[in-house]
């Protein structure tokens, strides 16, 4: 059995399901304190909601650049074990696949790039730059307490990171074929459209919101918001939940409450954004209210000297060369761009995450581990 499954399998049987860490940063440290890392554990959140976040790093014997792995103990909840083949949290191995809560999303890179560092250290123990992980439970779930109070912790002390790897799993057909290096904002929006409730066979003595906002959601839906660029596709507009009425038949509704959300480019901002929804719907004369939610902004790594290091260890390890994308929804690496210029993600096969028997390809382990490794070489080599 390979380090880095022995590792997988030990953090797979942690139930860590968010905000719980569950021992899983206890087993990460001793581990990392054990070749050279120095490790600082905080406790952040309310009473409810407790976070566990660790930051460690290694600093070789010669000057160099500063190459963080990022990613979270933390998983989903597992939905109806019944329908789970075997038990979300003890691994479990059918037909070359490792079953488990996390073994894909993301506990597969966690156990990869340090196992990879460990043996990067083992060769290199006077190595260049540093190395570092930062480890949180909170990132499935509100991604309040997590990644964003360690980023706080590092940039009021002046720690400077040069690149980031979080461990994302981005491969979609084979291992290596995608890497993302950037990630859409995300701003949400809750309108409520005010009208006047009534009898609906006097709808001259009531204000029907639905029919007064009707004219403002088609140009809504219709508006262009930007052309996205080289890196990003265009912004997009969704509406998720629209909620109006009493549930009878026979009242005009006095209210309307819709959710939207924007998932937007580099090339809008969301003052931008905010500024062209009120104009619309100033302009149709609503009565209405919005609150507003920016869930994150939007972020881009360009080909860099973090991008090569990575691609060159994917084509040596798999063959393949990888596409940069920016697609899906958001990432702790959001938090981590204001304190690091080049981040990207890069971890296994996603087709199983957040599903019932997820699921980590065994052949993946040893090649993704040594992406990792490569990776360490080529960019803390770097002048």
């Not at 507009?237 to 939207?260: C, K, M, R, Y």
Request: proline share 7%.
């Amino acid at each position: 059995m390979s380090d880095t499954l022995r590792l997988l399998e030990a953090l797979i049987s942690r139930r860590s399901v968010t905000p719980d860490d569950a021992g899983c940063q206890d087993l990460l440290a001793a581990r990392l304190q054990a070749c050279g890392f120095v490790c600082e554990r905080f406790i952040d959140g309310p009473e409810s909601f407790r976070v566990q976040n660790l930051w460690a790093i290694r600093r070789g014997g010669l000057p160099g650049p500063t190459l963080a792995f990022a990613g979270h103990t933390d998983v989903v909840p597992t939905g109806p074990l019944e329908r789970w083949t075997s038990d979300p949290f003890v691994p479990s191995v059918r037909d070359g696949q490792l079953y488990g809560r996390g073994a894909a999303d993301m506990k597969s890179s966690i156990a990869a790039f340090t196992v990879a560092a460990e043996r990067f250290v083992a060769a290199q123990p006077e190595h260049p730059g540093a190395i570092a992980l930062l480890i949180t439970s909170d990132e499935e779930g509100p991604s309040v307490d997590g990644t964003v109070r360690l980023v706080q912790r590092l940039q009021a002390r002046g720690e400077r990171l040069d690149a980031c790897i979080v461990g994302e799993p981005t491969s979609v057909k084979q291992l290596g074929d995608v890497i993302k290096n950037g990630r859409r904002g995300t701003l949400s929006g809750k309108l409520t459209v005010r009208g006047i409730q009534g009898h609906i066979a006097y709808p001259q003595l009531a204000r029907n919101p639905i029919h007064d906002l009707a004219p403002a959601l088609a140009e809504l839906v219709a508006t262009h918001w930007d052309d996205g660029n080289a890196f990003f596709p265009p912004t997009s507009w969704q509406v998720s939940n629209v909620h109006a009425g009493t549930g009878a038949t026979n009242v005009i509704p006095g209210e309307l409450v819709l959710d939207f959300n924007f998932r937007f480019s580099t090339e809008s901002t969301p003052e931008g954004l905010k500024t062209r929804v009120h104009s619309i719907l100033d302009r149709h004369g609503l009565d209405y209210a919005l609150a507003w939610t920016l869930g994150g902004e939007p972020f881009l790594t360009t080909p860099g000297s973090l991008s090569d290091a990575l691609v060159a260890a994917i084509q040596a390890q798999t063959g393949v060369t990888p596409e940069l994308s920016t697609t899906g929804g958001t990432s702790d690496g959001r938090f981590i761009a204001k304190l690091c210029p080049q981040v990207v993600e890069f971890g296994p096969l996603n087709a199983s995450i957040h599903q019932i028997d997820e699921r980590v390809e065994l052949a993946s382990l040893e090649p993704l581990t040594a992406i990792y490794q490569r990776t360490l070489e080529l960019f803390l080599r770097q002048p």
